[in-house]
């Protein structure tokens, strides 16, 4: 699987990825939004494009859509229960649906609520597994819920679903919010080794530079993974006094994305 990450250097901070067969050349654009910059790189790259995949339905994944397939003839993909708001979907996909590329690709689709109700995740099996996370979970931190999400189901995502994927898992998450969510780790869990020592690499890095982390390493800094640690949970009754001393992991994640909102 070759794997293509495109930095449209726009405002909202998006990634978009091509994920070509190294056989065929065929590919799959992962949420366009600059869809010139993905018909451009595919071309330098002599691959083809005969899928596009949407993660969720909101504008800066899907907008490009349209100019994307009329300059390839690309099927659009996206989760069965989003086809309708984003509009010319070919396939809805639901939980288990493998989109294949070309020869040698297959990926997985989770169904993976909470930054929207209907989103999906697209996991690649293997000796390298990969996870296509698109607003779900970012390098070190978790999606908002602010725009038809709800953070109970997103906390059961990443409980019953992510936190249990191969710790060997590389992230491909839908921005780059690198730097500022591992300050928001550290403001949670002042000392976090592994926080203070990413930080210290990338904080002058540009986007493109950025370190695709693994789940593994999320688990050392990302909070919304670390639910049961002693220092982020006294830090957070700080803030929430009815918190209680033995939180439950559902109410620590909840405090922690209500405190990331406004962070």
Not at 16 to 26: D, K, S
Request: proline share 6%; with cysteine.
């Amino acid at each position: 699987m070759l794997v293509e990450r495109l930095w449209p250097d726009n405002r909202l901070r998006n990634y978009h990825y091509l994920v070509a067969c190294e056989q065929t050349g065929e590919a799959l654009a992962v949420d366009p939004l600059d869809w010139q910059l993905m018909r451009d790189a595919a071309q330098q790259r002599g691959w083809t494009i005969t899928q596009i995949l949407n993660t969720h339905h909101h504008l800066d994944h899907c907008a490009g859509n349209g100019p994307l397939k009329a300059a390839t003839h690309a099927r659009i993909l996206a989760h069965a229960g989003a086809a309708s708001t984003i509009g010319g979907v070919d396939q809805g996909l639901s939980r288990g649906d493998v989109v294949r590329v070309g020869r040698t690709v297959e990926l997985e689709c989770l169904d993976t609520p909470g930054h929207t109700m209907s989103h999906i995740c697209l996991l690649a099996h293997g000796d390298t597994p990969a996870l296509f996370s698109g607003d779900t979970l970012f390098n070190a931190g978790a999606g908002n819920c602010r725009n038809g999400g709800d953070p109970q189901a997103l906390y059961e995502t990443f409980a019953m679903q992510l936190a249990r994927l191969p710790d060997a898992t590389r992230l491909y998450a839908g921005h780059d919010y690198l730097n500022h969510n591992l300050a928001f780790t550290l403001d949670r869990e002042p000392g976090n080794a592994a926080a203070t020592s990413l930080l210290a690499t990338t904080q002058a890095l540009p986007a493109l530079d950025m370190p695709i982390t693994t789940l593994g390493e999320e688990k050392t800094f990302n909070s919304f993974f670390r639910l049961q640690n002693p220092l982020l949970i006294a830090r957070l009754r700080e803030r929430f006094a009815d918190l209680p001393p033995d939180p439950a992991p559902c109410e620590v994640f909840l405090r922690l994305r209500e405190l990331r909102n406004s962070w």
